[in-house]
T-cell receptor
Framework: KAGVTQTPRYLIKTRGQQVTLSCSPI?????VSWYQQTPGQGLQFLFEYFSETQRNKGNFPGRFSGRQFSNSRSEMNVSTLELGDSALYLC?????????????FGPGTRLTVT | ELKVEQNPLFLSMQEGKNYTIYCNYS?????LYWYRQDPGKSLESLFV?????AVKQEGRLMASLDTKARLSTLHITAAVHDLSATYFC?????????????FGQGTILTVHP
């Protein structure tokens, strides 16, 4: 069974640009959650999508947005990049509100903003 | 607001020794997760604990959950170098908050020969 895939794996962008990251969940999984990991703030929840609907949102500015497609693939977009957006962005896929409740993480996209 | 605290944050162990990582959380929750992260890598799922008194074991790692104390422990038995990594606990709630996990700060474990 293929795992969670994220593309691209690495990105270097300049302040003020925008970026789109992609996440393909495990086949059959309908929930995709996004997290930001930084040395200073740790792992922070961005948002969750389930069946193409945003179900939860973390405390991030409106520059961070996302969407989910009918095949459960998800994208997140960050507009007007700031230096502080440099981080490892992880997505996690799960079945939804059914057991075994496992959330499987992808390899991440490492974003560097210069 | 749900808060999750781990201790210790840094743990230096000798091979062959036992130790425990603690994870406290502030409000009632449905699920408790333990993850492992190697440097530069993603999160690897270790355990999901769902009910009070749940205990799960895999190799040298054993996790337990006490929902009344809002405490989970990750016990390491006879540590080996391969266990060196950062360990995170994370808490999930039900209902509309299902997909949101709140993570602890992580415990950096280093096992020395």
């Amino acid at each position: 069974k293929a795992g969670v895939t994220q593309t691209p794996r690495y990105l270097i962008k300049t302040r003020g640009q925008q970026v789109t990251l992609s996440c393909s969940p495990i086949s059959g999984h309908r929930s995709v959650s996004w997290y930001q990991q930084t040395p200073g703030q740790g792992l922070q929840f961005l948002f969750e999508y389930f069946s193409e609907t945003q179900r939860n949102k973390g405390n991030f500015p409106g520059r961070f947005s996302g969407r989910q497609f009918s095949n459960s693939r998800s994208e997140m977009n960050v507009s007007t990049l700031e230096l502080g957006d440099s981080a490892l962005y992880l997505c996690a896929s799960s079945l939804g509100q059914t057991q075994p409740y496992e959330q499987y993480f992808g390899p991440g996209t490492r974003l560097t903003v210069t | 607001e749900l808060k999750v605290e781990q201790n210790p944050l840094f743990l230096s162990m000798q091979e062959g020794k036992n130790y425990t990582i603690y994870c406290n959380y502030s409000t009632t929750s449905d699920r408790l997760y333990w993850y492992r992260q190697d440097p530069g890598k993603s999160l690897e799922s270790l355990f999901v604990l769902l009910s009070n008194g749940a205990v799960k074991q895999e190799g040298r790692l054993m996790a337990s959950l006490d929902t009344k104390a809002r405490l989970s422990t990750l016990h390491i038995t006879a540590a080996v170098h391969d266990l060196s990594a950062t360990y995170f606990c994370a808490v999930g709630r039900g209902g509309t908050s299902y997909g949101k996990l709140t993570f602890g700060q992580g415990t950096i474990l280093t096992v020395h020969p």
